[in-house]
């Protein structure tokens, strides 16, 4: 736990990648051996690894960015439409710069982020994806179900719409949707305090991941391995995606994570880590 709390809290000397239009990318880098790239969910930045990477960089390289707006990363227009690409672009910026192809991983909305920088890197430079839980509701569209797609998209609305026009705790219909009833309730005021303020940032975000605009010839001529792993007591939702995206990838599996749910990144770091290094 000193570990990962001394690397989390570490800013000094994080390198910023320069974009274009005078953005940068900053990043977390540490360890030796082959690259891998672990993109974080909104909200959260780099440090959102923290308990994972220390079962990491013995044996690998290992690079963490803040994406657009997050930690020290210039922010991207407020704007929804376009954003999950827009992010993606700045990690396949990150990824080309490594030695070698990358193994590439994301949790949440960074398994969206991964996604698209998968797709849009130049060709050999990702090597295998690992997306944990990715809410990447465009497979669900793609694939016609609408069965889980619908309720979901009316949720997240109504939490965007309630977070933008900046109602006190209205993250916690994202918080307890994801990690369980009860958990904003049970979370202490110095962890709340911050994703209250995040939740309009947030929101932007949410509302992007339902304006992806993938096609499917697209993701089927992407030809890496994927792997999609689910939590066992996350919601039902995490399972409809993950199905979609096995009809969708030409070579993806599932897997599921016993005894986790959406926060599998810190109460699952040790079984995380060998799925990203397996």
Known sequence: AAAAS????????????????????????EGEGPPLVL????????????RVVPHLRRRH????????GFGGS????????GRTAAMGAAVARLIETCDGPVRLAGHSFGGNIALQAALQARHGTVGEVVLFEPVFFRALELTGDRAALEPAAAYFEDYARRALAGEPGAVRLMIDYWFGAGTWARMPEKIRGPLDNAAAHNAIDVRGTFLDTNTASALAAFRQPVTIIAGETSPDVVRSIARALLKLLAKARMEGLTGANHAMLD????????????
């Open 6 to 29: 001394t690397w989390c809290s570490n800013r000094t000397g994080m390198p910023d990648l320069e974009l274009s239009g005078g953005r940068t990318l900053s990043y977390r880098e």
């Open 61 to 68: 390289r290992v690079f963490c960015p803040d994406l657009p």
């Open 39 to 50: 993109v974080h969910g909104s909200p959260g930045d780099g440090r959102s690894w923290g």
């Open 74 to 81: 210039t922010r991207l227009p407020d704007e929804s439409k």
């Open 267 to 278: 109460t699952h770091p040790e079984v995380v880590a060998g799925l990203i290094a397996a």
